[in-house]
C-alpha cells in the first residue's frame, strides 16, 4: 500500500478523510506540514490547501474527491450505499453540506474578519445554521446515524458538527469558534449524541 496524505492540525477536511480510512481499515502514512507554510503542499498538488492525497503517483485533493477516489479503490466496508437511490440520495447531501450548509458560517467567519462587522447579517446566518441543527435533529429521529447506517453523510458533516461540544485547546481558527458559537445544542438531544457516538469512530 502506497497512499501518503498532507495534513494540517485541527483540518476538518482532513478528519473526514481520516473517518473514512478509519472505517475502512486503511492505514495511511500521514506528513504533517506547518499551516503557515505551504510550498510542499503546493509543489505536489499545484494549489495549497489540504487534504491532499497521493495514491501511488495520483495526486488528489478536494476531500469530496479524495473519499469518492477511497471507495472505489478500498470498497470493502463501504460508505455510500450500495443501492442506487440511496447512493444518489447520499450524494445529494454531500453536495448540499458543501455547497449550501457551509455557505453561512463561512460568510460569518469572513464577516468577523472585517473591521465592522455587520451584526446583523451575523444574526440573519446564524439563523440558518439553527436551522439547519434542526434539521440534522430531524434526520437522527429513529436512527443512529444521518442516514441510517454510519456513512459518508456522518464523515462529511461531523468534522463541523462537532464544534458544537467546543473548541479544543490549541484550535485558534476563527471559522472553528463560529461553529461552536452558532450551534447551540440546547434542546437537540439527538445530535449531541451523535456528536458522541460519531466521535468513538476510528480514524486512520
Ligand atoms: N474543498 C476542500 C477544502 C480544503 C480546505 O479548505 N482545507 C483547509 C483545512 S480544513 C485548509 O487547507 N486551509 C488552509 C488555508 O485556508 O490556508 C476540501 O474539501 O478538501
Known amino acids: 500500500m502506497d497512499l501518503r496524505i498532507w495534513r494540517i492540525p485541527f483540518s476538518t477536511n482532513v478528519e473526514r478523510v481520516a473517518l473514512a480510512?478509519?472505517?475502512?481499515g486503511v492505514a495511511v502514512e500521514w506528513?504533517?506540514?506547518?499551516?503557515?507554510?505551504?510550498?510542499?503542499?503546493?509543489?505536489?498538488?499545484g494549489q495549497p490547501l489540504v487534504p491532499v492525497l497521493d495514491d501511488g503517483g495520483t495526486i488528489l485533493f478536494d476531500s469530496p474527491v479524495i473519499l469518492e477516489h477511497l471507495e472505489r479503490r478500498f470498497p470493502e466496508s463501504p460508505l455510500y450505499p450500495l443501492d442506487p437511490a440511496r447512493r444518489a440520495e447520499a450524494r445529494i447531501f454531500v453536495d448540499w453540506f458543501n455547497r449550501v450548509w457551509k455557505r453561512?458560517?463561512?460568510l460569518i467567519a469572513a464577516e468577523l474578519e472585517k473591521t465592522e462587522p455587520d451584526r446583523e447579517k451575523i444574526e440573519r446566518l446564524g439563523t440558518e445554521m439553527?436551522?439547519?441543527?434542526?434539521?440534522?435533529?430531524?434526520?437522527?429521529d429513529g436512527r443512529h446515524y444521518l442516514l441510517g447506517e454510519?456513512?459518508?453523510?456522518?464523515?462529511?458533516?461531523?468534522?463541523?458538527?462537532?464544534?458544537?461540544?467546543?473548541?479544543?485547546?490549541?484550535?485558534?481558527?476563527?471559522?472553528?469558534?463560529?461553529l461552536f458559537e452558532h450551534q447551540p445544542l440546547e434542546g437537540r438531544p439527538r445530535v449531541e449524541a451523535w456528536i458522541e457516538r460519531v466521535d468513538g469512530h476510528p480514524r486512520s
Not at 130 to 140: I, P, R
Not at 159 to 178: C, M, N, R, S, T
Request: proline share 8%; no cysteine; net charge negative.
Open 21 to 24: 480510512l478509519g472505517h475502512k
Open 31 to 45: 506528513i504533517d506540514v506547518d499551516p503557515a507554510d505551504r510550498s510542499e503542499v503546493e509543489r505536489v498538488s
Open 104 to 106: 453561512p458560517p463561512n
Open 130 to 140: 439553527h436551522a439547519a441543527l434542526d434539521l440534522f435533529e430531524d434526520m437522527l
Open 150 to 178: 454510519f456513512g459518508i453523510a456522518d464523515v462529511i458533516a461531523f468534522p463541523f458538527l462537532k464544534y458544537a461540544l467546543g473548541v479544543p485547546a490549541g484550535d485558534d481558527e476563527l471559522f472553528h469558534e463560529v
